[in-house]
């Protein structure tokens, strides 16, 4: 029963860790830009198929996870460039229509080119089977995945509070206005941002192909996820995304060990008690 | 004078429409219609842009179907599964108005999406992924005509106690929230009170159309309840307009026939809705009610100059 638990938590931290990926992307989009990005699930959901085809072709599994988040960005910066920037004045409605529009045609696009099959990325001879770390056997790309994305959000964090564009970043999340009155170029430093959001969302789905595989409706499932991590979190906080996120993937799989059905429902739950207990979300200002 | 012409529009388009659509295609619109309509009075005339209004249809059209189910009757049903949203409604919707703008949206999203889920999970009660099936229309609303005259009574009772809402003091008052909130406040209105009473109105009426909507093909699918659903509902309103109280009618009629026509031709039609959505987005930002208002004037005052030159050549004559 205990090595059920502690795999199971294990389990949890690492979707846990992919959802504070995410989550982080979306809060960071909401934020500076403050719009709400209903295209982010299916970036997540690009990232995955976009890995999968680049490791098929190129035959490297590394390059995948390099190169596919990068496409993503730049997917990012079209929808950025093209669609979003003309609707910074206009209402959220129309912000989140556009964006709602695009989640559709990606979402279709994807199924035109890959076909409404799941597939599943398989993990390179090096990173598959298992370890035993002593008390326990458990896989070796989850636990990588853990570390990696532990990693990741470390360096988000370096970036964020050390760098000059990461302080322009959180000054916008605080207060936007002030930043453009201290003569910052707004539409790069939003460019950015959406493009940052699409990385990351692009890498949570390219990580998450070999653990959860690849199906169309990947990227419908993992938004409302976002939002939730968003909610519990607090609107704008970005510590507060990462903590959250892994709170919801470690009750994730809690649930699985005692409630197999629940799993999604748990999520869900957590929210419930976060708005009842502390409707600013766990760290919210007001 | 100008609800008045669109009251005798819709009058007319109550009789002709049933001769324009299949059966199936024209009882949706109407039941959209009342969704649109009634989301309009949170979205247009409050302000308030909720993502979570599947919720309310799709629940309303669980508890309607499972009642039909159980065999009770439909006046039976209908009221019941309405007030089960209302009071959803006042229950989500206390903790919604709380907050604004953007944790709105996200948190009547989330709620949507739990709905969902439950409905996903208890597959004993609503059938989970393959829909609530096997509801069977009463025999006296069972020849197409009867239902849609059933349905356009029902339609039209939405439409006249909706209108009667929005042109109450209540509905100046959502208007002054919207435009204000503040002011609204400093006049001593309780703005988060009203707000709650924008959204279960705006949430009862759509649980009023889930519980029709059962009728229709005799089933709930469970994407009714989903989030993308609640998307369409925003996207038929805005598209129809949200500046007039009829104009969303028109965005789910144009909705509802650009996606019956699309579906036919190509499997992969929400690719090209999603196209419309965002050109809609784009360009034509008021909605086609706005469209047709621009046209309209375009054409008055070209009218009006050509009036304005002869008049200035006759005083030249004369």
């Given at each position: 029963?205990t090595?059920?638990?502690?795999?199971q938590?294990?389990?949890?931290?690492?979707?846990?860790?992919?959802?504070?990926?995410?989550?982080v992307?979306?809060?960071?989009?909401?934020g500076?830009?403050?719009?709400p990005?209903?295209?982010?699930?299916?970036?997540?959901a690009?990232?995955?198929?976009?890995?999968?085809?680049?490791?098929?072709?190129?035959?490297?599994?590394?390059?995948?996870?390099?190169?596919?988040p990068l496409?993503v960005?730049l997917?990012?910066?079209?929808?950025?460039?093209?669609g979003?920037?003309?609707?910074?004045?206009?209402h959220?409605?129309?912000?989140?229509?556009?964006?709602?529009?695009?989640?559709?045609?990606?979402?279709e696009?994807?199924i035109?080119?890959w076909g409404?099959?799941?597939?599943?990325?398989?993990?390179p001879?090096s990173?598959?089977?298992?370890v035993?770390?002593?008390?326990?056997?458990?896989p070796?790309?989850?636990?990588?995945?853990?570390?990696?994305a532990?990693?990741m959000?470390?360096?988000?964090?370096?970036?964020?509070?050390?760098t000059n564009?990461?302080?322009i970043?959180r000054?916008?999340?605080?207060?936007?206005?002030?930043?453009?009155?201290?003569?910052?170029?707004?539409?790069?430093v939003?460019l950015?941002?959406?493009?940052?959001?699409?990385?990351?969302?692009?890498?949570?789905?390219?990580?998450?192909?070999?653990?959860?595989?690849l199906?169309?409706?990947?990227?419908?499932?993992?938004l409302?996820?976002?939002?939730?991590?968003?909610?519990?979190?607090?609107l704008g906080?970005?510590?507060?995304a990462?903590?959250?996120?892994?709170?919801?993937?470690?009750?994730?799989?809690?649930?699985t060990?005692?409630?197999?059905?629940a799993t999604n429902?748990?999520?869900?739950v957590?929210?419930?008690?976060?708005?009842?207990?502390?409707?600013?979300?766990?760290?919210?200002?007001r | 004078?100008?609800?008045?012409?669109s009251?005798?529009?819709?009058?007319?388009?109550?009789?002709?429409?049933?001769?324009?659509?299949?059966?199936?295609?024209?009882?949706?619109?109407?039941?959209?219609g009342?969704?649109?309509?009634?989301t309009?009075?949170?979205?247009g005339?409050?302000?308030?842009l909720?993502f979570?209004?599947?919720?309310?249809?799709?629940?309303?059209?669980?508890?309607?179907g499972?009642m039909?189910l159980?065999?009770f009757?439909?006046?039976l049903?209908?009221?019941?599964?309405t007030?089960?949203?209302?009071?959803?409604?006042?229950?989500?919707?206390?903790?919604?108005?709380?907050?604004?703008?953007?944790?709105?949206?996200c948190?009547?999203?989330?709620?949507n999406?739990?709905?969902?889920?439950?409905?996903?999970v208890?597959?004993e009660?609503?059938?989970?992924?393959?829909?609530?099936?096997?509801?069977?229309?009463?025999?006296?609303?069972?020849?197409?005509?009867?239902?849609?005259?059933?349905?356009?009574?029902?339609?039209?009772?939405?439409?006249?106690?909706?209108?009667?809402?929005?042109?109450?003091?209540?509905?100046?008052?959502?208007?002054?929230?919207?435009?204000?909130?503040?002011?609204?406040e400093a006049?001593?209105?309780?703005?988060?009170?009203?707000?709650?009473?924008?959204?279960?109105?705006?949430?009862?009426?759509t649980?009023?159309?889930g519980?029709?909507?059962?009728?229709?093909?005799?089933?709930?699918?469970?994407?009714q309840?989903?989030?993308?659903?609640?998307g369409?509902?925003i996207?038929?309103?805005?598209?129809?307009?949200?500046?007039?109280?009829?104009?969303?009618?028109?965005?789910?009629?144009?909705y509802i026939?650009?996606?019956?026509?699309?579906s036919?031709?190509?499997?992969?039609?929400?690719?090209?809705?999603?196209?419309?959505?965002?050109?809609?987005?784009?360009?034509?930002r008021?909605?086609?009610?706005?469209?047709?208002e621009?046209?309209?004037?375009?054409?008055?005052?070209?009218?009006r100059k050509t009036?304005?030159?002869?008049?200035?050549?006759?005083t030249?004559?004369?």
């Amino acid at each position: 029963m205990t090595f059920l638990i502690i795999s199971q938590i294990l389990n949890g931290l690492g979707l846990g860790m992919l959802y504070a990926l995410v989550g982080v992307g979306l809060t960071l989009i909401l934020g500076v830009l403050n719009i709400p990005n209903f295209a982010h699930g299916v970036l997540y959901a690009l990232g995955a198929y976009l890995a999968f085809t680049i490791a098929n072709v190129t035959g490297s599994f590394y390059f995948a996870m390099f190169l596919s988040p990068l496409l993503v960005v730049l997917v990012g910066f079209i929808l950025e460039s093209q669609g979003v920037r003309r609707l910074y004045h206009a209402h959220h409605d129309y912000q989140l229509l556009f964006l709602f529009a695009c989640a559709l045609i990606i979402q279709e696009i994807i199924i035109i080119i890959w076909g409404p099959i799941g597939f599943s990325l398989l993990a390179p001879p090096s990173l598959s089977g298992a370890v035993d770390l002593g008390f326990l056997i458990y896989p070796k790309y989850r636990l990588v995945l853990i570390c990696f994305a532990f990693f990741m959000i470390v360096c988000l964090y370096l970036f964020l509070t050390k760098t000059n564009l990461g302080a322009i970043l959180r000054a916008g999340i605080e207060n936007r206005d002030m930043v453009k009155v201290l003569g910052i170029n707004v539409n790069v430093v939003f460019l950015y941002t959406f493009g940052l959001g699409a990385y990351l969302a692009g890498l949570a789905g390219a990580l998450s192909a070999p653990i959860m595989g690849l199906t169309p409706s990947m990227g419908l499932d993992i938004l409302p996820i976002c939002f939730v991590v968003v909610v519990v979190a607090g609107l704008g906080s970005i510590p507060g995304a990462i903590i959250a996120g892994i709170l919801i993937g470690l009750s994730q799989g809690a649930a699985t060990i005692w409630f197999p059905e629940a799993t999604n429902v748990v999520i869900y739950v957590m929210m419930g008690l976060t708005i009842i207990f502390r409707p600013q979300g766990l760290f919210g200002v007001r | 004078m100008k609800n008045k012409y669109s009251f005798i529009a819709l009058i007319i388009f109550l009789f002709v429409g049933p001769f324009l659509f299949p059966n199936a295609t024209i009882t949706e619109m109407l039941i959209f219609g009342i969704v649109a309509i009634s989301t309009n009075i949170m979205l247009g005339y409050t302000g308030m842009l909720s993502f979570g209004q599947a919720l309310f249809f799709g629940t309303s059209a669980y508890i309607s179907g499972l009642m039909l189910l159980g065999g009770f009757p439909l006046f039976l049903a209908i009221p019941i599964a309405t007030l089960g949203s209302f009071v959803i409604s006042l229950f989500i919707g206390y903790f919604c108005v709380k907050r604004e703008g953007l944790y709105f949206i996200c948190l009547t999203f989330a709620f949507n999406q739990m709905f969902y889920f439950i409905a996903y999970v208890w597959t004993e009660v609503t059938g989970g992924e393959d829909g609530l099936v096997g509801v069977e229309r009463p025999a006296y609303i069972d020849t197409q005509l009867t239902f849609y005259i059933f349905t356009a009574v029902m339609f039209l009772f939405a439409v006249i106690a909706l209108y009667k809402i929005v042109t109450s003091p209540l509905g100046l008052i959502f208007k002054l929230i919207r435009e204000n909130a503040s002011r609204a406040e400093a006049i001593g209105y309780n703005v988060r009170f009203y707000k709650l009473i924008s959204f279960s109105i705006a949430s009862t009426f759509t649980g009023l159309a889930g519980s029709l909507y059962v009728l229709i093909h005799s089933m709930v699918p469970i994407d009714q309840i989903h989030w993308l659903k609640s998307g369409d509902i925003i996207f038929m309103t805005l598209f129809g307009g949200v500046g007039s109280f009829l104009g969303p009618l028109i965005g789910v009629v144009g909705y509802i026939w650009l996606s019956d026509t699309f579906s036919i031709i190509w499997a992969r039609w929400p690719l090209i809705m999603g196209v419309i959505f965002a050109i809609v987005v784009l360009y034509f930002r008021g909605g086609v009610s706005e469209l047709l208002e621009n046209l309209f004037k375009k054409y008055k005052s070209i009218s009006r100059k050509t009036e304005h030159e002869q008049d200035i050549k006759n005083t030249k004559l004369n």
